[in-house]
């Protein structure tokens, strides 16, 4: 493929644009819940006429909380993948094994930032908002597929959150800077991580058949669906989660709505802005045309 990418020059960014967690949440960075947290783009809070202004605030701030515990979710299995595949790489690129560690490691520090965030969040809004899980049990059953599967399933992961800070919150004046500046370190780092799984995924094709592509294809949209059908017991936690913090009891019709809406709104966050990133259909045509034209054909369900 002619995407550019190196272990070396990756390598060099990714420490170029580290940063530690004390320094960006904690102390004086305090979230601000008189403002927004989550883009209109991913939320969808506006498209429920039926709250009121300050309850699209508050069921906004229940899906930021979502937005980062569930990031925090998938690196639990992002984790140990990277870690498997580069022990078996120890003796080969120096370059490879100490860029897919750094890989590893902030990773780490992602979980770990998200866990401090989740409890400053509960101490702020005043309850907690559970989320899907546990996250042992979510990379079991992630990691149970085979390597080209989960490699393809965290491709789209990469550059998803890439699009998501690129094109909803980068520019978003409105949101609070707090939040916003989470997410852009957490972007940093992740712009190098689409990278290495990008390297990672044609280390895995490679020598593979056709078939046994598109087999690895099934299996990334075996692990779509298997989160897809986590992300509707979401919409659940999250609906009861406002009613609790708004005190507002939703009436059978607008529960309808608020789950087709949201569940909406939910695919397309975690599933078809990933599934849809031009980087992750060009590396799926470097591997075989019909793996792209296999996942255009079902993206339109999770847009």
Request: proline share 4%; with cysteine; glycine share 8%.
């Amino acid at each position: 493929m002619n995407h550019g990418y190196s272990y070396q020059t990756t390598l060099a960014q990714s420490e170029a644009v580290g940063w530690r967690i004390e320094d960006i949440i904690g102390g004086k960075h305090r979230l601000d819940f008189t403002k927004p947290f989550m883009p209109e783009a991913l939320a969808w809070v506006d498209r429920l006429p039926f709250l009121t202004s300050e309850e699209k605030l508050i069921l906004n701030h229940v899906r930021g909380n979502t937005y980062l515990c569930i990031f925090g979710l998938v690196e639990e299995f992002i984790l140990p993948f990277v870690l498997d595949h580069t022990r078996s790489q120890l003796r080969d690129d120096d370059w490879r094994v100490r860029a897919m560690l750094q890989f590893a490691g902030e990773e780490a520090k992602h979980i770990q930032l998200f866990k401090t965030f989740q409890a400053e969040f509960n101490e702020g809004f005043g309850i907690d908002c559970p989320v899907i899980g546990p996250p042992d049990q979510i990379a079991k059953a992630v990691l149970a597929h085979e390597p080209l599967a989960v490699a393809l399933a965290i491709l789209q992961i990469e550059w998803m959150s890439q699009r998501h800070y690129v094109e909803s919150i980068k520019d978003d004046q409105e949101l609070d800077p707090q939040f916003t500046s989470l997410l852009k370190h957490h972007w940093l780092e992740e712009a190098q991580h689409a990278k290495l799984d990008t390297l990672m995924v044609e280390a895995l094709a490679d020598g593979k058949s056709e078939e046994e592509i598109l087999k690895g294809v099934e299996g990334l949209l075996a692990i779509g669906g298997f989160l897809d059908e986590g992300l509707g017991q979401q919409v659940e936690f999250d609906m009861d989660s406002f009613m609790r913090a708004s005190g507002r009891k939703l009436s059978d019709t607008e529960k309808e709505e608020f789950r087709r809406v949201q569940r909406q709104a939910n695919r397309w966050t975690y599933l078809g802005s990933g599934l849809t990133h031009p980087k992750v259909l060009e590396t799926l045509e470097g591997l075989t045309p019909k793996a792209r034209q296999r996942i255009e054909g079902v993206a339109p369900a999770f847009c």
